[in-house]
Structures are given as C-alpha cells and as structure tokens.
C-alpha cells in the first residue's frame, strides 16, 4: 500500500502543477530561509494576487497611484495569519481585539537584479518586517532579502539595509488605500529585526497547520482512502 501510495504521489506531481499557497512548502531550512511566492514586481501597474481556490495569479485592481510596489511582493507558502499571529501582535502592542487578516503571510523581497515577471518561487532570507494593523487585524509584512544577491544578500537585519529603501516600503503600505478613503485604519506599529520576523513565520506555519493540516499528510489519507477503497 506505502509503494502504491508513494507511486501515485510521484505521478501526480509529474501531471499536475502544485498549489502556490498549499502545494510549494515554506522550505526545508524555515524560518531562516524561506520559499517566496511573487504575485507582483516593482513594474507591475496592476495588484495581482493568487485566488486561493484555483491557484491561478487573478487581477484584483489597477494601482491607484502612480508610486507602485517598491519591491518583489507575494506571500510565504502553507503560512496563515490566524490566532497565532494575531496573539503575537497584541502581545507586542498592547492593544485589544486584534484577530488574524486570514491570508497568506505577505513578504517583501529585496533584490538588486531587476525581475520581469511574477508568478515565480524565490528562495530569500528575512531580516526583519512591519508591525502593520490593518482594520484590526494582523497583516504582517516580513522583509527579506533574495539568497546570493550581489547586493542583498549577505544582510542580516533590517538595521543594515539603507533607510531610504525601508522608508519607501513602509509609504507604499501605508498610503496605497488612500484612495478607497480607509488609509486611516492602517498603521504601522513597529519595525522588527530578524528574531521577531522568523517567530511570525514560524507562528503563521502553525496557524496554517491548525486550520488546513501538513499538505502531504492531506494527500497521503487521500490517497490511502482512494486505494483501500479499490480493493
């Protein structure tokens, strides 16, 4: 039964492309390296994102203002911002009622090189993220830098990236809903060094287990239930 469970998990990865959000793991070495996945590059004029259902990269809006993201975007695979998360940020804050955004955990990946496209898996390390409240809810947004860049990649906090770089991050995040007249609700409450970055990954790993389980371990009881039910 294991060799016919493993053989169909084998023929099913060479079939089909896997999920960006379940089906691609955080990384073997998390939370110190991590898997990213780009939904948008500083050229984008357009926000796209994952549809969580399909997998396929949707539109979700144009960019409402001239100033576009200021880096690679996308989100940590198999993450989820959930209690876990959301307890992390009010511990650190202080403040009351914050849940979790339910998403993805947003990344922010640094890279000397120009990217010209989305939809892509880079592998980076995180130095450090945005505190961000959004609404009352957890939305998180981890910096990294992309492994082996020329000028990136030897970074190991966000204290020695240049400040300018940081700055016109944390701008994008908080005017970029100006113009649907809810900016009031975002903040940023803190800027967070690599310690508090890799416990919010390893936090949204857990919220993501909590609530959809190990991907491989769903596959395998599928599986399992599949071939035990031809016999």
């Not at 099913?12 to 492309?17: D, G």
């Not at 994952?50 to 993450?79: A, W």
């Not at 945005?130 to 966000?158: C, H, N, P, T, W």
């Amino acid at each position: 039964m294991k060799e016919d469970i493993k053989q169909l998990k084998d023929a099913l990865s060479k079939r089909f492309v896997a999920h960006p959000w379940h089906g691609i793991p955080a990384g073997d070495k998390q939370p110190e390296i991590v898997n990213a996945f780009i939904e948008i590059i500083p050229s984008d004029a357009i926000k796209y994102e994952v549809d969580k259902e399909s997998g396929y990269i949707l539109i979700d809006r144009p960019q409402k203002f001239s100033n576009h993201m200021p880096c690679m975007y996308g989100f940590v695979p198999q993450t989820y911002c959930d209690k876990s998360v959301a307890e992390y940020c009010a511990e650190k804050t202080g403040k009351t009622g914050i849940v979790g955004d339910c998403d993805p955990l947003d990344i922010c990946v640094l890279s000397e090189r120009e990217v010209d496209r989305g939809n892509i898996i880079a592998e980076c390390i995180p130095v450090g993220g945005f505190r961000m409240i959004d609404g009352g809810e957890a939305d998180d947004k981890i910096v990294a830098v992309l492994k082996g860049d020329q000028a990136y990649g030897d970074i190991k906090s966000i204290d020695d990236l240049p400040k300018m770089v940081v700055d016109r991050a944390k701008h994008f995040f908080l005017t970029y809903k100006d113009l649907e007249g809810n900016s009031k609700n975002v903040e940023i409450t803190h800027v967070y060094g690599p310690d508090e970055a890799k416990e919010v990954i390893k936090r949204s790993y857990k919220d993501y287990m909590d609530n959809f389980g190990d991907a491989d371990d769903n596959l395998t009881n599928v599986l399992a239930a599949f071939l035990k039910e031809k016999v």
